[in-house]
C-alpha cells in the first residue's frame, strides 16, 4: 500500500526518500483525500525536504478534515 510505503520512508529521515514519498502519498490521497495520516505524513515530507510553506498547507488542509 503506497501509505505504508510512504511512512516507512518519512519515518526514516532520509532525504533522499522525501520526494518519492510525496509521490506515493499524492498517489493515495487521489484516491482517498480524507486520510487524515496520509496527510500527516505528506506534510512531514515536505518538512525534511526543507519546505515549511508546503508542510504548513498541509497540515493546515489536516486541520480542516
Known sequence: ???SM???M???G???YAEEAQKA???ALAVDNE???A???LAKSYHQNKNPGMSA?????EECL
Do not use: C
Open 57 to 61: 498547507w498541509e497540515r493546515m488542509y
Open 39 to 41: 496527510w500527516d505524513l
Open 10 to 12: 518519512v519515518e526514516s
Open 1 to 3: 500500500n503506497q501509505i
Open 14 to 16: 532520509n532525504l533522499a
Open 25 to 27: 502519498l499524492k498517489t
Open 6 to 8: 510512504a511512512h516507512a
Open 35 to 37: 486520510d487524515p495520516f
